[in-house]
């Protein structure tokens, strides 16, 4: 895990801390992507979106795949900045910059810079900066036109050539990721508290079942063989005899 921190005077915008792109611009045209970080300087008039990718730990992706997909995430937040603009309504996001105010501020912008921050895993036929540097060629051919200084590198170079220093985000979680965590065990607590008592309502029925339930009969050939075995001839004089005994 890795944690950024952005030099002083950057609004720092999170998409998804936005209640108007989780639940209406997401899903627009059935699916409407968002870059990570969206940071905007009122003083440089600098619109900066970054992405960013780790696959360290999942297996590598294919790249035309991801480049179709990182282009698309650029068309799709541009255009979401603009509608957030105008339709967008006030908000209060768990961490940064509402969706609203950043972008009525990047209508000001003077240059939109894009940075795409990918970590790949060391194993594979191609190394990781062999890989990353055909990542790169392809996306300039798409996004030169936004941005001819486009950047491409791994996370951990990114900080020193961009906004903002790379460092270890240890067992610390950002106010999205504190707010997922508790969100996940509320539920899992949740859903325990249920399996305990469906558990028991299932005991309690499975108790009322047996307490309901027909006493087993005793076939007529084994009370017969009882009979024998405790010295009774068979005989409907020695049954009335053993049912009832005489009175001392």
């Known amino acids: ?44 008039k600098e619109l900066w979106l970054v992405e960013v990718k780790d696959y360290r730990f999942n297996a590598r992706p294919k790249v035309r795949d991801l480049v179709e997909k990182l282009c698309r995430k650029v068309r799709d937040c541009l255009f979401l900045l603009r509608t957030a603009a105008l339709c967008a ?35 594979g036929l191609f190394p990781p900066k062999s890989l990353l540097a055909t990542i790169k060629d392809l996306l300039y051919r798409q996004i030169r036109f936004i941005d001819p200084d486009m950047l491409c590198l791994p996370i951990t170079e990114s900080g020193g050539v961009a906004p903002w220093t790379i460092t270890s985000a240890g067992s610390e979680h950002s106010a999205r990721i504190q707010r997922r965590i508790e969100e996940a065990k509320q539920a899992r607590e949740k859903e325990e508290k249920l399996a305990t008592e469906r558990a028991r309502h299932a005991e309690k029925q499975a108790r009322k079942r047996k307490q309901k339930a027909p006493k087993a009969s005793v076939p007529l050939w084994k009370q017969r063989a009882q009979e024998r075995e405790a010295g009774m001839t068979g005989t409907h004089a020695d049954r009335r005899k053993h049912n009832n005994p005489p009175a001392e």
């Not at 768990?94 to 990918?118: C, H, N, P, V, Y």
């Open 1 to 44: 895990m890795y944690r950024f921190n952005f030099e002083a005077g950057y609004y720092v915008c999170r998409f998804e801390c936005s209640p108007f792109y989780s639940h209406h611009a997401q899903n627009f045209c059935n699916s409407c992507k968002e870059m990570d970080f969206v940071l905007y300087h009122p003083g440089k």
């Open 89 to 123: 309504p006030e908000e209060e996001p768990a961490e940064g910059t509402s969706l609203r105010d950043i972008a009525r501020m990047s209508l000001q912008a003077k240059r939109i810079r894009i940075a795409f921050t990918i970590e790949l895993a060391r194993t």
